[in-house]
């Protein structure tokens, strides 16, 4: 079974693809790329590693996983326990800002789990107060709640919307979403994406999501009638295949929001924490929105997520929100860890620096092969294939140690660490190059 860094919408497809059926040597790992790649601290924990079997059938399968177990990370690489190293350009999904397990996160929480985990969110923390404050020094905020995952955040983000319409708009609920959106895998969150795969899922729907066109802001205002609270999206459609929304988009989905007395919320799960080049993905748009949400970087490889607002939009009364582990100290101080490194400006720019390369790369990587278009920005950049061999293309490169991720059947998208190397990015390309030219060649004799 394989089907590694691929979105669960193609995974079935991906089972039976035919590259897998050779897939999966029994040796993987970047072994043309070795020595000069392994990173200074490399792990003696390596001799830890064990070769037992494992326990799959106890896992609830609900994706297409190769059998293949991690054992460790550090920064951009990643073993399994038969001590083959990836370098990976996947990081949990975009998750991990400064890599695997990285030491400042790893102290974080060693130092915070001695000092004290949970008191309980009826009581005040000093590292969820300390977090909350940084996150509004650093954004267009004044509030925050924290949550457990980007759905959560979401969640809630829906909840305070239709709060602001029960207090403010005479019970408006609805909100406007996109084509192609995804907000998450709870029942409002999958309701609110415009994910195709989703559609005939866990019927019925939550209802009170009407989905317009990205950068189409005729297809929003279309949308708008009394009924209408909010509109929210991602600021680049990530699981769609990274489509970003443009900036003049944002600004007139700005304007026509404040005109109309509507809610701007953006899901900032993925392009949040530095990931676009700038700590938060609307900044690029010189806009302000109401509300927002984060998740994958804000925890740097933990659980962590929140919901900011504005004190405009910030209306919930006490009971309507909550959670047992919200703010909890733990996570909230690998999230200061996280935060204090990635808002740096010296940082963002090394993120700029490095998108820039990686997008020049596979520019060229395109022209030799006659891809298509390379989208995004920062450090969350897709390829367009131009055909549908994505998960031809990531099991080959998984067999090579590298991993990457193909949200569609005609797209590769890259979301390595945020300080990721030169050489990392030129070993991801060089391993692409082959790969291409051999999928690219069988292609031809099929
Ligand atoms: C834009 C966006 N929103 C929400 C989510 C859901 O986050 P989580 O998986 O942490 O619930 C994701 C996850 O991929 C995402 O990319």
Redesign the pocket.
Known sequence: MLGCAVSDAIADPIKSAKVFEKAAPPKRGLLAFSACFFPNDCPQEENDMTNAPHPFDALMDITARPEVVFVRGAGSYLWDDNRNRYLDFVQG?AVNPLGHSPVIVADALAAQARRLLTPSPAFYNEQSLKLAKLLVDNSCFDQVFFAN????A?EGAIKLARKFGAKYKGGAHEIITFEGG????TLATMSASGKKAFEPLFEPKVSGFRKARLNDIESVRKLISSSTVAVML?PIQ??AGVWPATDAFLKELRALTQQRGLLLIV?E??TGIGRTGKLFGYEHAEIAPDIMTL??GIGGGVPL?ALLATDHASCFDHGDQGGTFNGNPLMCAAGLAVLDQVSRPEFLKSVVDAGLLLERELQRLSARHGLGEIRGRGLLLALDLKMPIGAAIVAEAFAAGVLINSPQPDTLRFMPALNVTREEISAVVDCLDTVLTKVGAARRVA
């Open positions: 999904w995952s980007g759905a959560e979401n995804f907000h998450g895998r991602e990530g699981e899901d799960i993925q998740g994958k997520a």
